[in-house]
């Protein structure tokens, strides 16, 4: 199950990366999927999810045995898998223009996550249940989270300036 771990922070990453280069940029042209984002709110924003991320895969890979930690992770793992559907795919579909975070999504956030997920249900560590209520509640709270960390970032910016 480590490396499955491992795998989830490796693919969170790359993913969060790849967004970071390049979800700003686009966002100035596709407002139906994205209020426009600077660098720096992105970016920060980015930067507070990956290491949340990180500290569920860490949390549950060291204390396997709260309940908890396990709902976080999976609730992780299952928003990142609907993350690459809604709002990437659908996006790119959509728009008929790439939408940054759609190959990582596709290529790592889909097959790891559910690698990892298979792996739990096969060893009786999760049931479909606990699937869709973590993914639920850590979809809501993330979706939540976003917007305030964009005004976080946009005010602890050294390049904005507001009145």
């Not at 984002?37 to 992105?42: K, R």
Request: charged letters at 15%.
């Amino acid at each position: 199950m480590e490396y499955l771990v491992i795998f989830f922070c490796f693919a969170i990453t790359l993913h969060n990366l790849e967004e970071a280069l390049w979800l700003p940029k686009w966002s100035q042209e596709a407002s139906k999927f994205q209020k426009s984002v600077s660098p720096d709110e992105f970016h920060f924003a980015v930067i507070v999810i990956t290491a949340l991320a990180y500290l569920s895969a860490f949390c549950y890979l060291y204390i396997p045995q709260s309940d908890l930690a396990k709902w976080v992770f999976v609730g992780f793992l299952g928003s990142m898998i609907l993350n690459a559907v809604f709002p990437h795919l659908i996006a790119t579909i959509l728009l008929k223009k790439y939408a940054p975070g759609l190959v990582t999504g596709l290529l790592l956030n889909i097959p790891i996550n559910s690698l990892t997920l298979l792996h739990m249900f096969e060893n009786d560590l999760l049931e479909w249940k606990e699937l869709l209520f973590a993914t639920i509640v850590v979809g809501i709270i993330l979706l939540v989270l976003i917007p305030l960390l964009f005004k976080t970032g946009k005010k602890i910016s050294p390049f904005s300036y507001t009145p």
